[in-house]
């Protein structure tokens, strides 16, 4: 029985040499964080002790994504397959620059949301589990984007739609139920409709694994079903990112969890849905996007026009920022409709860019809650002499949201514009530019109202009207919560200063897209 | 078989469909239980039907003899299946907290989360 053991030749179906070292940062950020999470869970009452694991664990994250990321650089596409097992017949683990710099814009906007909750989360909600579903969203969003198999990927989506649901009801209130019953069931639909995508795919062309789908695909000769495909997809992922019309989950129900949870629900989840867009729609069937790009197009101007319009015609701060995460989506989209290698870069730019900046809002409007008492845009007013330091970061942040320069949503739209002009799109880069223009408008009113004018709505101008009952002093505000947010308003005016970095690595992700050989060589090349 | 099995999950998309277009919170439950098994029948089938052989390779080959059942659908399936049901567990408790909490099942009447009277946002400075 050992003689016939050691005459099967393992080396045709598995990678028989060890795994190099630096291939396992692939999966380190998934490890640490589910190893992190199971610890907060056993430590579930130990409330104090939970921020620090959080952030230990969500650091380590961050150092390893800081490492895949340089290691992607400069050794191109990097591969390691579960269980040793050639691809395709192995789950893969893919990370090529666009995942790698979407995983590490994802650490740190955790990490800063993570630091913010340490005063703002109360012990009994931290008992709750805050820090659990918290590690276990960064889980299933760093999964999402560094995965190589489409089926893995939904794993994945369902791993952070769970512990969003969890996020979301945490402090069970009424209005916290009412908007996770239309989030949950809009998104797990979404996810459904995903799936049954992925197993027609699968009837279609055998495997599941992306590379070997993006090789075979472009092999068939009759397009019909993959056209079809695309459509399915692009529903699923759209509802996912919240694009026009199947948005409408989003602001019914952002405003309803704690304000850090939905700083890193604006902050991620919607780009996991754009992620998703891109690798299906360029690497896997660029035939499909081609086809739907007249429809992609459309959709995403009106995605941008629905959020910029919905700003303006919102008094709730905190909705003005949900339409406001539609309105960056839009955005994200028309790079998917236009298709060539600019617009691309301009939308993996500005993925990041939303990255940072929506969770930056959010937590700037929970700080704005806490000076002023009132999410109300004719109550709040007279925060400028309160805090100016506040007013300045506010200041620079919502107007990085519009676009413009020096911040890091100038060069994201820049190539998105430079992107629909090369491919003779004319409407699209209107589009983007239209919905640009109202957004400064909803957001300088946001800053004119809460910051400039003295009081509430019927202060007359010059006078300073008394603070809210309930609301804190400047010199009240905790470390905890200045830090994270000077840390992103930093970051965002370091890439929009120096944006060659960024800009250099969105082009290197949007080549690879574009041409999947790479890609294709990095998974079934490198191992065999 | 794969027409038949083909024409069921259509059945059972087009039931889920109508029961998820409900105002009724339980029925929109029961909608998303079907679609997520309509889902798992779709993926079955999806990796053809074999009857009668499974992929079970006789000692002393590597390869099977002869076409069996395709085994991967069968796992993603299970994975499918326990991903839905988990979830279903999770919409139930929370459609029963939303009839606690809010006093209805009715998705109509669930506007507790919207803003309560129109507040037009102020015009001028």
């Keep these: 029985m050992a003689a016939t053991k050691t005459a099967i030749d393992l080396s045709a179906a598995m990678v028989t040499q060890a795994v190099p070292l630096a291939d396992w940062l692939l999966v380190a950020p998934i490890l640490l964080t589910m190893a992190g999470g199971a610890l907060t869970i056993i430590l579930r009452k130990k409330s104090a002790a939970q921020p620090w694991i959080a952030i230990s664990v969500i650091s380590l994250v961050l150092l390893s994504n800081i490492a895949l990321l340089n290691h992607v650089l400069s050794n191109g596409v990097v591969t390691m397959v579960m269980g040793s097992w050639l691809p395709p017949f192995g789950i893969a683990f893919t990370a090529d620059a666009l995942g790698a710099l979407l995983a590490l814009t994802a650490s740190v906007a955790t990490l800063c949301v993570a630091i913010f909750a340490m005063n703002s989360i109360a012990a009994n909600e931290r008992r709750y589990g805050f820090y659990p579903f918290l590690l276990m969203l960064l889980c299933g969003v760093t999964g999402s984007f560094l995965t190589g198999d489409i089926f893995n990927l939904y794993v994945w989506f369902e791993v952070l739609l769970i512990s969003s649901f969890g996020l979301q009801v945490l402090g069970n209130e009424k209005t916290q139920i009412d908007g996770a019953v239309k989030y949950a069931v809009l998104n797990l639909i979404a996810t459904t409709l995903f799936l049954a995508a992925t197993g027609l795919l699968y009837g279609l062309v055998g495997t599941l694994n992306m590379a070997d789908i993006a090789t075979k695909v472009k092999a068939f000769d009759n397009s019909g079903p993959v056209l079809g495909l695309a459509t399915l997809y692009f529903l699923a992922f759209g509802m996912k990112a919240a694009a026009f019309p199947v948005n409408f989950w989003l602001p019914a129900s952002y405003h309803t969890p704690r304000l850090v949870v939905t700083a890193i629900f604006a902050g991620l989840l919607t780009k996991v849905g754009v992620y998703a867009l891109l690798r299906v729609m360029i690497l896997l069937m660029p035939e499909g996007r081609d086809w739907l790009a007249s429809l992609i197009g459309v959709v995403a101007i009106a995605t941008m026009l629905t959020g910029a319009f919905g700003a303006l015609a919102q008094t709730d701060i905190r909705r003005t920022m949900a339409y406001l995460v539609i309105a960056g989506i839009g955005a994200m989209l028309s790079g998917i409709a236009v298709g060539n290698q600019v617009a691309i870069s301009g939308t993996i730019f500005y993925s990041m860019h939303s990255v940072l900046i929506m969770t930056a809002l959010y937590l700037l409007v929970a700080f704005m809650y806490q000076m002023s008492g009132t999410f109300s845009l004719r109550e709040i007013g007279g925060l400028y002499i309160r805090t100016p330091l506040g007013a300045g970061i506010a200041l620079i942040l919502l107007l990085a949201v519009a676009g413009l320069p020096p911040f890091s949503g100038f060069w994201a739209k820049l190539l998105l514009v430079a992107g629909a002009l090369e491919a003779d799109r004319g409407w699209v880069a209107f589009g983007i530019l239209a919905s640009g223009l109202l957004t400064t408008i909803a957001v300088g009113r946001i800053w004119i109202f809460a910051f400039w004018r003295g009081g509430n709505e019927n202060t007359v101008d010059g006078i300073q009207a008394l603070p809210i009952a309930g609301s804190a002093d400047a010199s009240d505000v905790s470390a905890s919560i200045w830090l994270p947010l000077i840390v992103l308003t930093a970051l965002i005016v370091v890439i929009g200063v120096l944006p060659e970095g960024v800009m250099s690595i969105s082009e290197y992700g949007a080549k690879t897209l574009i041409d999947p050989t790479v890609y294709i060589g990095s998974v079934f090349g490198g191992a065999q | ?125």
């Design chain 2, 1 to 125: 078989m794969e027409t038949l099995f083909a024409v069921l999950v259509g059945v059972l998309f087009g039931g889920a469909t109508y029961l998820l277009l409900s105002r009724k919170l339980v029925r929109i439950l029961l909608g998303i239980a079907i679609l997520g098994n309509a889902v798992n029948l779709l993926i079955f089938t999806a990796g053809r039907l074999t009857r009668d052989v499974p992929p079970i390779i006789p000692v002393n080959s590597y390869l099977p003899v002869e076409a069996t059942a395709n085994p991967l659908p069968q796992a993603l399936v299970l994975t499918a299946i326990v991903i839905s049901f988990s979830f279903l567990t999770f919409f139930l408790v929370l459609g029963y907290r939303a009839y606690q909490e809010l006093g209805t099942d009715d998705i109509l009447e669930m506007r507790v989360a919207e803003p309560k009277e129109h507040h037009e946002p102020p015009l001028g400075y």
